[in-house]
């Protein structure tokens, strides 16, 4: 495939006149080059993106691979949002859409629960702390991109640009008569959104629990039995309790190999952390999550799950090349098929951005690549960064939770009301409304994401 170069021009005139000019030889009388650094490279189309500084380049290579360049990195990120959104639309819009608890307003009524889930256990609550604690910079670089993302929309809405695909199949059996009003425009919070679905799906994790109903059946898990108090004491000590490595072989420098390295004692820790918790109710719960790691891919892994990084040193390669590669381990409910791109302002700007790899589609950044000098990778980190806790609820008259027991008195919850448009898709079963539900939190801030209330018989 030979080259293809697309032009993404500004609405007005360039307001950057510091951009580097590119010398290739010759040039003006002082001293500047006047060349085109894309000379020779066939224009094949010409676009028009709303908040340009400059105008912009893209060279499409083998495999269709586009390569940006641009004067400066808020540009960079508007011509990436457009040509993103044009090869991998669908995908981002559904990872936004499930980071923000929003798939039933194109799914309908089965894709309640997913949202649900995701305003529940705190998706969605992720997405707006990212937003809360952006700098300056990272919020204009989201907000061009969007911009970028809404200028392709716009072109499709004018039958300038076909519709993604996957739309184009899926509109009749989701109920519209004409695709494109599945569009919606994106902002700074769609790409959180798309954020939160990697912080929640890589990093939300349900061991605690699991852990938790081993540690309540440790108790006596050899009483009566040959040489018990032995068994029960290593189990304890020796397998449960010790958390030093297992090889001496470790990357924080700063651990203390002698001594005992053991994990503190229930004793040392508030007694409120250890009320008795029913071993059924840490079942059932167990149950519950272990299904949603099934439904994550979890489940049937015997080995865990994750992602590996590897390197090899230049002194070690044939032709003393340094080597990076990274594997990326993905859940399908994370975007998954990663999109090669190309990222340049040092061309046209004289900027310091000169990358090459593989985005994420709905975010402006570059999960794998190189600069040239430096190349990144990024795995699964496997971090235990889920906490559970066991509340008593109080009901008021209508039975709904008005507060926990705390310290031997009465907290009031706080109650949030969540609302989700349901989309009236008649080939699914789905009729189109408006949901809405209730959602909790304890006075500290910590969310209640499951309720139990006593076992009872059918009949009672």
Known sequence: ???????????????????????????????????????GVEVDETWEIPGMRCDA?????????????????EDLARVYGFVQARDRYFEMDLARRLGQGRLSEILGADALETDMESRSNGMTWVADNLLENLTDEQAAIMDAFAEGVNAYLAQVRADELPLASELEIAGPFLGVSDPKDLLTDWDRRDLAGVAAVLVYELGYETDDVGRTADLARLAGLFDGKALGELRQAGIEQDVWGRVDPVLPSYSAHDWSWGGSAVARSPSDLPARLFAPIDLDM???????????????????????WGSNVWAVGGAVSADGTAMLAGDGHLPLSVPSLFWQVGLDTSVLGGGDTHQLGLGIPGLPVLAVGTNGSVAWSQTQLMGDITDWYREELVLDAAGAPSATIFEGGEQPVATFTESHEIADVPLLGSEGGTFTWARYTTFDGRWIADIEGTVVPFDH
């Open 1 to 39: 495939m030979s080259p293809s170069l697309l032009l993404l021009l500004s609405l007005s005139a360039c307001k950057d006149k510091g951009a580097t000019p590119v010398d290739s030889g010759g040039g003006g009388d002082d001293g500047t080059s006047t060349t085109d650094p894309f000379e």
């Open 57 to 73: 380049t893209v060279i499409r290579t083998a495999a269709s691979v586009p390569h940006i360049y641009a004067h400066d990195r």
């Open 282 to 304: 840490l079942d059932r719960l167990a149950g519950r999550l272990d299904r949603f790691e099934d439904r994550l891919g979890r489940g049937d892994l015997e080995a865990g």
